[in-house]
């Protein structure tokens, strides 16, 4: 192609463009993108990623300090405690993953004397913690009764099975003994 008819066709490719286009419905294109973007973390997907560290956990009056072993919802758990470990009773510490499978207990709580359902997610990730090893174990079983045990890693189904520490999330009040 002649670089006189290539400068024709760009030309006329331009004018049909021109002709089918308006600055204002290009404004408008442009703010439909921008508001798009900015609604994006609003969707249900982001809010079940967020979920999956901090799951919104039933009522239940709180006493006590989550970085002690003697907490009350501690008082079935094996394992290193989250909140030493930047995280907190119910949320992982950074950069690590909670398991799915877990560990469940019963604990009374000292406010109510309710007794509630804990369950003891592992935080699964290559920061082991170290910190704050707890070991209570009302209610634990022998290993050979594994889903009664709490002496198991729980990073199972999670992208590592590499344990860090573990959280205490209320399930609900238990209703039989
Ligand atoms: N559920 C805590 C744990 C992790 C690894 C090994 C034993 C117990």
Not at 59 to 69: K, L, M, R, V
Not at 95 to 123: A, H, K, Q
Request: aromatic share 8%.
């Amino acid at each position: 192609m002649a670089r006189r008819d290539f400068d024709g066709w760009i030309e006329a490719a331009a004018r049909r463009l021109a002709r089918r286009t308006s600055r204002r419905g290009f404004l408008a294109r442009v703010g439909t993108t921008l508001f798009g973007a900015a609604t994006l973390p609003l969707l249900p997907v982001a809010r079940a990623s967020a979920q999956a560290q901090a799951p919104r956990e039933p009522a239940a009056p709180e006493t006590g300090d989550a970085t002690s072993c003697d907490y009350w919802r501690h008082c079935s758990i094996d394992g290193f405690l989250s909140a030493c470990c930047g995280g907190s009773a119910t949320a992982c510490p950074p950069g690590t993953e909670m398991s799915r499978v877990t560990w469940i207990g019963t604990c009374r709580n000292p406010v109510d004397g309710r007794d509630y359902l804990i369950s003891y997610n592992d935080c699964c990730g290559n920061s082991f913690c170290g910190r704050c090893f707890c070991n209570r174990n009302e209610g634990d079983r022998p290993i050979y009764l594994t889903g009664k045990a709490n002496d198991i890693n729980w990073c199972m189904g999670t992208s590592t099975t590499a344990y860090s520490s573990t959280v205490a999330l209320v399930l609900g009040v238990a209703t039989e003994s």
